[in-house]
């Protein structure tokens, strides 16, 4: 089964909100990664946060990490239309083999103007 | 610029006509990969490459092959199609595999939309 689980499936916020995404995984890793998704698109990655890191920022996203409870969370502050996209958490396991990136399932943002 | 491009970006074709869609990146990278993703199942991996020549199955090989005669190339073949492999496919890249030495992320294609009747 897929490693990550993401919650809200979906998410609907006005603009000018901040939008709170969460990712819950099973094994312990190296380190989760956040990507978006627009609609039909490839993936852009937005940040990687490692295993011994709790918090990082990069612009408006705020990525935590509690490797006691396997979980993450992605915070996109100030929202704007064009934040609207599926956002996929991704787990590189301690054991990995093939070297892939275990997806979750993904969190359809939209954001109203 | 660097780049993950896929070709096709879409393609409609029938039951058992060999296709191959191609993967090529700019960035001097090792590790290559393939994915496909479906709705409920997210993004599963078919194959990936370590290297030149080197290549092995990821979760989802069955009904695939692929290449590596390049570092730049990692083409995903469809020998026989068939309507289960309807389904939109990403190639990706890293510097080299996760899981060694620093984290890296992966770089991924556009996307390539398969519809096979």
């Known amino acids: 089964s897929q490693q990550g689980e993401e919650d809200p499936q979906a998410l609907s916020i006005q603009e000018g909100e901040n939008a709170t995404m969460n990712c819950s995984y099973k094994t312990s890793i190296n380190n989760l990664q956040w990507y978006r998704q627009n609609s039909g698109r490839g993936l852009v990655h937005l940040i990687l946060i490692r295993s011994n890191e709790r918090e990082k920022h990069s612009g408006r996203l705020r990525v935590t990490l509690d490797t006691s409870k396997k979980s993450s969370s992605l915070l996109i502050t100030a929202s704007r239309a064009a934040d609207t996209a599926s956002y996929f958490c991704?787990?590189?396991?301690?054991?990995?083999?093939?070297?892939?990136?275990?997806f979750g399932q993904g969190t359809e943002l939209s954001v109203k103007p | 610029e660097a780049q993950v491009t896929q070709n096709p970006r879409y393609l409609i074709t029938v039951t058992g006509k060999k296709l191959t869609v191609t993967c090529s990146q700019n960035?001097?990278?090792?590790?290559m990969s393939w994915y496909r993703q479906d709705p409920g199942l997210g993004l599963r991996q078919i194959y990936y490459?370590?290297?030149?020549?080197?290549?092995d199955k990821g979760d989802v090989p069955e009904g695939y092959k692929v290449s590596r005669k390049e570092k730049r190339n990692f083409p995903l073949i469809l020998e026989s199609p068939s309507p289960n492999q309807t389904s939109l496919y990403f190639c990706?890249?890293?510097?080299?595999?996760?899981?060694?030495?620093?984290?890296?992320?992966?770089?991924f294609g556009p996307g390539t939309r398969l519809t096979v009747t």
């Open positions: 990706a890249s890293s510097l080299s595999p996760l899981g060694e030495g620093d984290p890296l992320e992966q770089y």
């Open positions: 960035m001097n990278h090792e590790y």
């Open positions: 991704a787990t590189d396991p301690i054991y990995n083999q093939g070297g892939k990136l275990i």
């Open positions: 490459s370590m290297n030149v020549e080197v290549t």
